[in-house]
């Protein structure tokens, strides 16, 4: 469960895949003007922080309350407890706090890890070509390509 959170963080934020280790809860709000939460997201390469107003998603698969939820609810060693050293650190507010001290690539690394392990039964060598660092440009695309997505959602992703 821990992986699908950071994973669905990633692809809704349209983030790059090292960046959801900068996630802070004391940096959460819910935003009355567009009525949904939004939680800003650090982006690593440009050194700057943006919203993210995060909106349902008619698949619970990549919907972020249902990933977050369920991170939340069920991952014993993260989640919403914090051990003696995390504490220690500092780490209450941090959102995946297994994921804080851990430099970028990483972070990547870990994500590329769990999108491998989920692909049962794919050879070896078609795994390998797999990994979490097409994740941005992949929900670039869906934005740019879905004629679904209304113009008020796309700025909310964006923002």
Not at 48 to 54: A, E, I, V
Not at 59 to 86: K, T, V
Not at 110 to 121: E, I, M, W, Y
Request: hydrophobic letters at 40%; a neutral charge; glycine letters at 8%.
């Amino acid at each position: 469960m821990q992986q699908a959170a950071w994973l669905c963080d990633t692809a809704d934020a349209v983030g790059r895949p090292g960046e959801c280790n900068f996630g802070n809860y004391s940096e959460w709000e819910f935003g009355h003007k567009v009525g949904c939460p939004n939680n800003p997201w650090a982006e690593s390469k440009a050194l700057k922080k943006y919203g993210m107003s995060r909106i349902c998603d008619n698949f619970f698969g990549f919907d972020w309350f249902c990933n977050m939820g369920a991170y939340w609810l069920c991952e014993d060693d993260d989640g919403l407890a914090r051990n003696e050293e995390q504490i220690r650190k500092g780490q209450m507010n941090s959102v995946f706090s297994n994921l804080h001290d851990v430099n970028n690539a990483s972070v990547a690394k870990k994500l590329t890890n769990a999108v491998r392990s989920s692909l049962d039964g794919v050879p070896h060598d078609i795994r390998k070509k797999y990994s979490a660092k097409p994740i941005r440009k992949g929900m670039i695309t869906e934005i740019a390509m879905s004629s679904f997505i209304t113009l008020f959602e796309a700025l909310l992703i964006l923002q």
